[in-house]
């Protein structure tokens, strides 16, 4: 083609060119299954902000907040309150049939669509809990499950080692099944018994810390479960022998127990990621042990959690819990005296404390609760499965950061005085930034699994299906869009824009079905812009269906001023 124009004069080419233009379409339009995956570069923060009477406060605004990165205050970009309580406005729905005629049947479709609203993930610790405390928990999740669940809410059942799993549901009969099925794993090897019994955290205190006191205490510990006498050189050796080899193995399992647990929590989070509504988990644990090499995979569960609007609360399952001097039964410990007993309380007690910082640690960053130190495992419930009234998020891009994957410690804070606030206490950066293209995907994405109704640009949205027979149906998301707001890019004597229009389903458990990804690129003349930001931009989605109910989300994005729009229905395909 380059060549062919060089033979032709200016004039001829300029008369080309301008045919081209002449003929090139106004509109076109390209689908595609859309794909979905999250955030890096925007960090986000989830701050609950709570008064002196410990409700949650909900009319604060983003000039409210103070956010620093490693003691550098932050541009904040991103600003929302989100409350469960917020109302979601559904869709017109019509026939097709019908929609020439301008007929509606709304009357015919749910006015209160038992779709989900919300999803709460209950995970069991069936590693780290003891058997009694895990038989304590399954009817203690049975009773309050029996009273607060409601048609609106969908209820998961999963364990940490990976062993025992039912998705979403609200049928109660399947979770009282999958709460009963619920045991110690049989894939985790238990101390007691050893000798001498050497938990993770004696482990790593003894293997990595090189505490010489906590090897003596096991030392003691070895002498009376072994039966050996300490004066005798070879029972000397061999208590030696007998501690080093239960520490390597109590780090080994350890480590690996505690890296299992994790890999679970986040495969959950992953999993609710595509949940569309109000996200859930409560881990039911007396919590576990992490050496610095398993930080890193905590926070990636965390930053996995944050970007998927997931909330994760945790009830201590030990309830309220005492120090017992020599350790009870359930330890498989021997009892010694002295300094040497004294020194074993201590470590029990940091034991203890340590085991518990992930629970808080996931809770102070993705705005949940922990229920610690307490007896009242019902109440406790009840209080964590309950999302705070009010939660802000605050989303900001890192000035010069380094993509070294170091910690970045985060403090946010109020102008205002007399709150109590728990916000995200810090981040690792990227290794890498994404590129503008794979930001939008991601920007879309968030907006797709979520449930709120984004505005800046207004659209109207009607469903409209038909059925080909009983067990198929099509779906027809109409989506008209208010080209006002938008902005248009002067390309020779055209208006350009390329608009992105996501529409899926998801079924009445909340699993996502069908969707498809539109991308309308548009070439307007200044005639046909102008008629067209007087009657709107009609784009249609058609998903293929079976009958059922469904929750549709639509979500619009432009290029050019990278404004954003979702709106949500709820459609009932009789059968």
Do not use: W
Request: proline residues 4%.
């Amino acid at each position: 083609m380059l060549k062919t124009l060089g033979f032709m004069s200016p004039l001829t080419v300029a008369a080309l060119l301008c045919a081209q233009s002449q003929t090139q379409p106004e509109m076109t339009t390209s689908n595609s299954v859309p794909t979905f995956s999250s955030r890096v570069n925007l960090v986000m923060v989830p701050v609950v902000v709570r008064d002196k009477t410990g409700r949650a406060v909900g009319n604060l605004k983003q000039e409210d907040f103070q956010l620093f990165d490693k003691g550098k205050i932050q541009i904040v970009s991103r600003f929302s309150v989100e409350s469960p309580q917020n109302p979601k406005v559904p869709a017109t729905v019509t026939r097709e049939e019908d929609a020439e005629r301008g007929k509606t049947f709304s009357e015919s479709a749910p006015r209160s669509a038992t779709l989900p609203e919300r999803f709460v993930a209950y995970v069991f610790d069936d590693i780290h809990t003891s058997q009694a405390d895990l038989a304590r928990t399954r009817i203690v999740a049975q009773k309050h499950l029996d009273e607060t669940l409601d048609p609106a809410s969908r209820v998961a059942i999963f364990t940490t080692s990976g062993q025992h799993t039912l998705d979403f549901t609200d049928d109660r009969d399947k979770l009282r099944q999958g709460i009963a099925k619920i045991q110690l794993t049989s894939l985790v090897r238990s101390v007691v018994g050893d000798c001498p019994a050497v938990d993770f955290f004696m482990a790593d205190d003894v293997e990595n810390k090189h505490d010489s006191g906590a090897f003596q205490v096991l030392l003691d510990e070895t002498y009376v479960c072994a039966s050996l006498d300490p004066k005798k050189p070879s029972d000397f050796e061999l208590a030696n022998t007998l501690v080093k080899s239960a520490t390597r193995q109590g780090l080994n399992e350890g480590e690996e127990n505690s890296r299992l647990a994790l890999t679970t929590l986040r495969d959950i989070v992953r999993r609710m990621t595509a949940a569309p509504g109000a996200r859930t988990i409560v881990l039911l644990s007396p919590g576990f042990f992490l050496t610095p090499d398993l930080r890193l995979q905590e926070n990636e569960v965390m930053d996995r959690a944050i970007k998927g609007n997931v909330t994760i609360s945790a009830v201590d399952a030990r309830g309220l819990f005492a120090i017992i001097p020599g350790g009870d039964a359930s330890t498989g410990r021997v009892s010694i005296s002295g300094l040497g007993a004294a020194m074993r309380s201590a470590l029990d007690r940091d034991a203890q404390l340590a085991n518990a910082d992930i629970m808080a640690e996931f809770a102070d960053a993705t705005g949940g609760t922990f229920f610690h130190n307490d007896n009242g495992l019902l109440e406790g419930l009840k209080l964590v499965a309950a999302q705070p009234e009010y939660m802000y998020v605050l989303g900001f891009a890192p000035q010069n950061l380094k993509l070294d994957g170091g910690y970045h410690a985060l403090k946010v804070s109020l102008k205002a005085k007399g709150y109590d606030l728990k916000a995200r206490r810090g981040y690792y950066a990227p290794l890498h930034l994404n590129n503008p293209e794979e930001e939008a995907k991601q920007e879309i994405s968030e907006a797709f699994f979520s449930r709120e109704e984004l505005v800046e640009i207004p659209i109207e949205l009607r469903l409209q299906f038909f059925k080909s027979d009983q067990l198929r149906a099509k779906l027809t998301v109409v989506t008209k869009l208010d080209v006002k707001p938008i902005s248009f890019r002067r390309a020779d004597d055209r208006n350009a824009n390329k608009v992105t229009v996501v529409a899926g389903a998801f079924d009445r458990n909340g699993n996502y079905v069908a969707g498809v990804q539109q991308v309308v690129d548009l070439h307007l003349r200044d005639q046909t812009l102008a008629a067209a930001q007087t009657s709107g931009i009609t784009v249609r989605s058609i998903l293929d269906l079976t009958p059922g109910s469904y929750f549709v989300r639509v979500v619009v994005r432009d290029s050019e001023g990278q404004k954003m729009a979702a709106r949500n229905g709820v459609i009932e395909i009789p059968y």
